[in-house]
Nanobody
Framework: QVQLVESGGGLVQTGGSLRLSCAAS????????MGWFRQAPGKEREFVAT????????YYGDSVKGRFTISRDNSKNTLYLQMNNLKPEDTAVYYC????????????????WGQGTQVTVAS
């Protein structure tokens, strides 16, 4: 089992920045791949970014590439998402997720999910 708790969401103006955190407990954090997804009202859950167990591999969705950075600190059992140059279309609930297999863009490859944190970008 892996328990995940996101934090760091909030209200920000267009062009602003936020850093999301995801604290993990349970199964050894350093052995799992991690991902960030988001879901806006009325839309399907969307892939944002993923990172391998040691941070050596990262991959981003096209809509956030160049603006968001995923990272992890295995010594602190924490996953991060640095979000810069935020746009109103980034408004969503952001979820972190853990995969016991490998990095993926697909929600069904992730075994554990957090409860989400709201990010709202005002225009």
């Amino acid at each position: 089992q892996v328990q995940l708790v996101e934090s760091g969401g909030g209200l920000v103006q267009t062009g602003g920045s936020l850093r999301l955190s995801c604290a993990a407990s349970g199964r050894t954090f350093s052995s799992v791949a991690m991902g960030w997804f988001r879901q806006a009202p009325g839309k399907e859950r969307e892939f944002v970014a993923t990172i391998s167990w040691n941070g050596g591999i990262t991959y981003y969705g096209d809509s956030v590439k160049g603006r968001f950075t995923i990272s992890r600190d295995n010594s602190k059992n924490t996953l991060y998402l640095q979000m810069n140059n935020l746009k109103p279309e980034d408004t969503a609930v952001y979820y972190c997720a853990a995969s016991i297999s490998f990095t993926s863009t697909m929600t069904n490859m992730y075994n554990y999910w957090g409860q989400g944190t709201q990010v709202t970008v005002a225009s």
